[in-house]
């Protein structure tokens, strides 16, 4: 038994920080609910930035509340547009988004590799 204090290389479940590291294309199921009308909120990352250590931290996620109509659907589309952000501007949309992204920066890194090797 010897003391260890590198990190071993590519075991992503290694971390003991309280760091998780996942796929880029993860797709996070959000606690605060929609602001608009309650509803469920999944977010998945758009955008990378390195950290000090190299590894990537979101900068920009999509985020969806689970009421979101068919693309079909264009009267259901007109009023859920509406209801989420026509009256503040996306106001809510915005705090919600800069409050996922501070947390995920906390708390999660992103895997970037698989993007490039796909064949
Ligand atoms: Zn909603």
Redesign the pocket.
């Given at each position: 038994m010897e003391p260890t204090t590198t990190q071993p290389q590519g075991s992503p479940a290694s971390a003991c920080s309280g760091v998780a590291v996942v796929d880029s294309d993860k797709v996070f199921g959000i606690k605060s609910?929609?602001?608009?009308?309650?509803?469920k909120?999944t977010a998945s990352a758009n955008a990378w930035e390195e950290d000090d250590e190299g590894r990537f931290y979101a900068t920009d996620l999509d985020i969806s509340?689970?009421?979101?109509p068919d693309l079909d659907d264009e009267e259901a589309w007109n009023s859920?547009d509406i209801?989420?952000g026509r009256g503040d501007y996306n106001e809510a949309w915005h705090q919600l988004h800069e409050r996922i992204v501070r947390s995920m920066k906390a708390k999660v890194r992103f895997n970037l590799q698989n993007s490039d090797s796909t064949t």
């Open positions: 609910p929609c602001p608009y009308c309650g509803g909120i509340c689970c009421n979101e859920w209801e989420h």
